[in-house]
């Protein structure tokens, strides 16, 4: 019973370049989201997604880009990797709002 | 828009209680709590969806004022284990669970 997967755990990246975060979640759950983690801030809603080909942004959006074509994947695109988004993402699935959120153990990311 | 959590942190000795406060600028749907050990994913606690509802197991519950738009959660009898960041989620029914910025708890022995 896998859960919500994340991949990599770790990754850093010189400022300029992309990558993609990856999710994946086996609990056919429709609710899928983005979160980053920074000292003293929380946990920031990137972007979410209700279901296959829909996704609306969150509180932070700016600088990633997210596409949901299966339930089961959530992937998180950074175009062009700038030092302020190093942080700790993290994944997260639920059937909706109202029912229990499972976490992926987290991407740490660093930006040099 | 985050939540607000009080206290942003707390130092408790083992046996102590504590009350963590969530609140909301906005009308609530649903408040979801959560606990996460540091360098781990954070982990459901409970959740709370109406109005006046409380909830709890073993030592720690949890109320929701849907007046006051706010949430607490109560730790009675703390234990070494209770130690982390707990964050409140607050859902506006638009599927957006957005979190508070955390109250760090620390049991000392």
């Known amino acids: 019973n896998a859960g919500v997967t994340q991949t990599p755990k770790f990754q850093v990246l010189k400022t300029g370049q992309s990558m993609t975060l990856q999710c994946a979640q086996d609990?056919?759950?429709?609710?899928m989201s983005w979160y980053r983690q920074d000292p003293g801030m929380g946990l920031r809603l990137i972007h979410y997604s209700v279901g296959a080909g829909i996704t609306d942004q969150g509180e932070v959006p700016n600088g990633y880009n997210v596409s949901r074509s299966t339930t089961e994947d959530f992937p998180l695109r950074l175009l062009s990797a700038a030092p302020s988004q190093t942080s700790v993402y993290f994944c997260?699935?639920?059937?909706?709002?109202?029912?229990?959120?499972?976490f992926g153990q987290g991407t740490r990311l660093t930006v040099v | 828009q985050q939540p607000v959590q009080s206290p942003q942190a707390v130092i408790l000795r083992e046996g102590e209680d504590a009350v963590i406060n969530c609140s909301s600028s906005?009308?609530?749907?649903?408040v979801h709590w959560y606990r996460q050990k540091h360098g781990e994913a954070p982990v459901f606690l409970m959740i709370l969806l109406k109005g006046g509802e409380q909830k709890g197991h073993d030592k720690i519950s949890a109320s929701f004022n849907e007046k006051k738009q706010q949430s607490s959660l109560y730790l009675t009898a703390s234990q070494l284990s209770y130690s982390g960041t707990y964050f409140c989620g607050t859902g506006f029914g638009n599927e957006k669970l957005t979190f508070g910025t955390g109250t760090r708890l620390t049991i000392i022995p």
């Open positions: 609990m056919n759950h429709e609710y």
């Open positions: 997260a699935s639920s059937y909706s709002e109202r029912t229990e959120a499972f």
């Open positions: 906005k009308a609530l749907y649903s």
